[in-house]
C-alpha cells in the first residue's frame, strides 16, 4: 500500500496571504493525485485532481502542483471559506489511499 | 447534477454487521465506479474499497479484507456497502462517492454515521 504523508499537521495563516500545503506519496504515483477540502460535519469536496487539473467551480487561485512522489497544493490570497482542512489522496495504485490532512487555520 | 444520497444513521452492537446504501441520481449507473471511505470522530480519511469498470469484483482495502463487501444494483442506481464482526473501531462515518478512475472521488454521499456500542 501507498503511504501518503502530508506536511505541516497544521497551518495557520491570516486572509490574504498564499499558502502551500506538501503531500509525498511512498512511492510514484505518476499523476494520479487529488486534493479536497473538508469543513467540520461535511463530506469531502474534490479541488484538484492530475495533480493540476482544478475540478469544475474551483477558482483559478487554487492550484495543484508536483508528479511522482511529490505535490503541493497552494492557495493564493486566502479567503475566510479557505479555512478547513486538506487530504491529499493517490488513485495510481489500489489500495487507494489518503495522507492525515493539513489543518488550515485563522492566524 | 450528479447527486448520491446514504441511508441514515445506524447504532450497532459489537459483532453485528451495518449495511450502508447510497443511491445515485442524475448519472448513468453502470459507467462509473464508487468508491467507500470512512472517517473516525476526528481523524482522518481511510479508504476501505471500490469497484470500478476495469476491474471484474469489487477491490479491498487489506484492514477490511474479509469483513467488507461491497455491492452495486444497477435496477435501483444504488451501491451499497457491508462491514461485518463490527467492533468500536469501526464507530466512524462512513461515505461513498462516485469514482471515474480518471477524475477520483467525486461527487461524495453526505455521510452516514455508524456507532458501535453495547
Known amino acids: 500500500e501507498i503511504v501518503m504523508t502530508q506536511s505541516p499537521a497544521t497551518l495557520s495563516v491570516s486572509p490574504g496571504e498564499r499558502v502551500t500545503l506538501s503531500c509525498r506519496a511512498s512511492?510514484?504515483?505518476?499523476?494520479?493525485l487529488a486534493w479536497y477540502q473538508q469543513k467540520p460535519g461535511q463530506a469531502p469536496r474534490l479541488l484538484i485532481y492530475?495533480?493540476?487539473t482544478r475540478a469544475t467551480g474551483i477558482p483559478a487561485r487554487v492550484s495543484g502542483s508536483g508528479s511522482g512522489t511529490e505535490f503541493t497544493l497552494t492557495i493564493s490570497s486566502l479567503q475566510s471559506d479557505d479555512f478547513a482542512v486538506y487530504f491529499c489522496?493517490?488513485?495510481?495504485?489500489?489500495?487507494?489511499?489518503f495522507g492525515q490532512g493539513t489543518r488550515l487555520e485563522i492566524k | 447534477q450528479v447527486r448520491l444520497v446514504q441511508s441514515g444513521a445506524a447504532v450497532k452492537e459489537p459483532g453485528s454487521s451495518v449495511k450502508v446504501s447510497c443511491r445515485a441520481s442524475?448519472?448513468?449507473?453502470?459507467?462509473?465506479?464508487f468508491s467507500w471511505v470512512r472517517q473516525a470522530p476526528g481523524q482522518g480519511l481511510e479508504w476501505l474499497g471500490g469497484?470500478?469498470?476495469?476491474?471484474?469484483?469489487?477491490r479491498y482495502a487489506q484492514k477490511a479484507q474479509g469483513r467488507l463487501t461491497i455491492t452495486t444494483d444497477e435496477s435501483t442506481n444504488t451501491a451499497y456497502m457491508e462491514l461485518s464482526r463490527l467492533t468500536s473501531a469501526d464507530t466512524a462515518v462512513y461515505f461513498c462517492?462516485?469514482?471515474?478512475?480518471?477524475?477520483?472521488?467525486?461527487?461524495w454521499g453526505q455521510g452516514t454515521l455508524v456507532i458501535v456500542s453495547s
Open positions: 462517492a462516485r469514482d471515474r478512475g480518471t477524475i477520483p472521488l467525486d461527487p
Open positions: 442524475g448519472v448513468t449507473f453502470g459507467t462509473f465506479g
Open positions: 492530475d495533480a493540476s
Open positions: 489522496h493517490q488513485y495510481s495504485n489500489w489500495p487507494q489511499s
Open positions: 469497484t470500478a469498470p476495469i476491474f471484474e469484483t469489487p
Open positions: 512511492q510514484s504515483v505518476s499523476s494520479n
